[in-house]
């Protein structure tokens, strides 16, 4: 099994739609979580780190369930300028593969 | 969080020749690591670069390929040794504190195409 797994996708969604990815784990030892965001042909920015209690940030709310090692980012109110590919990383900055997400209008 | 300008920001080499990717850091920072990423492929970890040490390289990287050097806590090289079309790809480096909760930050990346 894979360090960390995501759906690369792409998703499709249209403006204002909410949408959530996943991204599973295989070391339960893992401690620290983060959701990157990679625009086309620029370098991943921290979008959120993902605490065990969860973290909310605006329209964007990331969760971590240890039970069954996964963690999530969900977007609400989805925006244009949300397109972009998300990453999730686990410690030791594994990185996902990545999910794609369109917002069309 | 801390900035990283990573130069050159692209370049294009001859098969055979070697290329040096350097990056600084504008405050201290006590981890750095350097990622290989494909076209449309995530991050991989190619390998920490080790203050006044030898880098710690992941499977698959060897320090011949990719030396690494680290002189201080605000500067690192990576060189691409001997280059192949196959080692065309965008490299980045990376920074990070020590703590568990730390995130990394990254450079702008080398956009590197091996002709």
């Known amino acids: 099994r894979k360090e960390v797994e995501q759906d690369p996708g792409p998703f499709n969604v249209p403006e204002g739609a909410t949408v959530a990815f996943n991204c599973t784990y295989s070391?339960?030892?893992?401690?620290?979580f983060f959701w990157y965001r990679q625009d086309c042909r620029k370098e991943p920015k921290l979008l959120m780190s993902?605490?065990?209690s969860g973290n909310e940030d605006g329209r964007f709310t990331a969760q971590l369930n240890r039970a069954s090692q996964y963690i999530s980012l969900l977007i609400r109110d989805s925006k244009l300028s949300d397109s972009a590919t998300y990453l999730c990383?686990?410690?030791?900055?594994?990185f996902g593969a990545g999910t794609r997400l369109a917002v069309h209008p | 969080s801390a900035v990283i300008s990573q130069k050159p920001s692209r370049d294009i080499c001859q098969r055979g020749t070697s290329l040096t990717i350097q990056c600084q850091v504008d405050?201290?920072?006590?981890?750095m690591f350097w990622y290989r990423q494909q076209p449309g492929q995530s991050l991989t970890l190619i390998a920490t670069?080790?203050?006044?040490?030898?880098?710690?390289?992941e499977s698959g990287f060897v320090i011949d390929k990719f030396p690494i050097s680290r002189p201080n806590l605000t500067f690192s090289t990576l060189t691409v040794s001997n280059m192949s079309p196959e080692d065309s790809s965008i490299y980045l480096c990376?920074?990070?504190?020590?703590?568990?909760?730390?995130?990394?930050?990254f450079g702008q990346g080398t956009r590197l195409t091996v002709v």
């Open positions: 990376s920074g990070k504190g020590t703590g568990l909760n730390t995130e990394a930050f």
């Open positions: 993902v605490y065990s």
């Open positions: 405050s201290q920072v006590t981890m």
């Open positions: 070391n339960s030892a893992s401690q620290s």
């Open positions: 670069a080790n203050q006044g040490s030898e880098a710690t390289y």
């Open positions: 990383v686990v410690p030791a900055l594994i």
